[in-house]
């Protein structure tokens, strides 16, 4: 048949807009300036995330909507809690949990509001950990699908 991928009709659901684009990508060259794939998080994905607010020290968490290597977009649960951070502001203190791991980390605020991104700074053995987790997503999703 030729068939290289199955794709649902329905692509309001952000992990399967994330295989399309996937897919899109082996045969078309799509002009995105992000350094690696974005991810969403799937119930076989065990990301977790929070940061000391920079000037008050509230303790901020929230939802990891997409995560890739170098960055991740997050929803905070209390947004007026980060109404005043600015891109570029720097998260001295922030955590990203990565499978059973939880690693201390410099961030940078990317894009403000009711969806914030931030970019890893800092150790590249950091790096290297997140992007090895995202390398197994394969798989953990086998793994998570077989015990069903």
């Known amino acids: ?4 991928a199955v794709i649902k009709e ?4 952000r992990a399967e807009m994330d295989r399309f684009q996937q897919v899109l990508k082996r045969y078309v060259d799509i002009d995105d300036s992000r350094a ?3 991810h969403t998080p ?9 940061f000391s607010h920079p000037s ?7 939802t990891i909507e997409t995560i890739s290597s170098t960055g991740l977009s997050f929803i905070p649960e209390s947004p007026a809690l980060v109404a005043d951070l600015e891109i570029n502001d720097m998260l001295e203190d922030a955590s990203l ?3 059973d791991e939880i690693l201390s980390m410099r961030c940078r605020v990317v894009r403000s509001g009711p969806v914030m991104a931030f970019s890893f ?3 590249e053995s950091v790096i290297e950990k997140i992007d090895d987790y995202l390398n197994s ?3 953990r999703e086998m793994k998570a699908l077989l015990k069903q």
Do not use: M
Not at 1 to 4: D, I, T
Not at 42 to 50: E, M, N, P, T
């Open 42 to 50: 799937r119930s076989w994905d065990r990301f977790g995330f929070a």
């Open 121 to 123: 700074e800092g150790e």
């Open 56 to 62: 008050t020290y509230t303790p901020i968490t929230g």
């Open 10 to 13: 329905d692509l309001s659901d």
């Open 137 to 139: 997503r394969a798989d």
């Open 36 to 38: 690696a794939d974005r």
């Open 97 to 99: 949990r990565v499978g």
């Open 1 to 4: 048949l030729g068939v290289n």
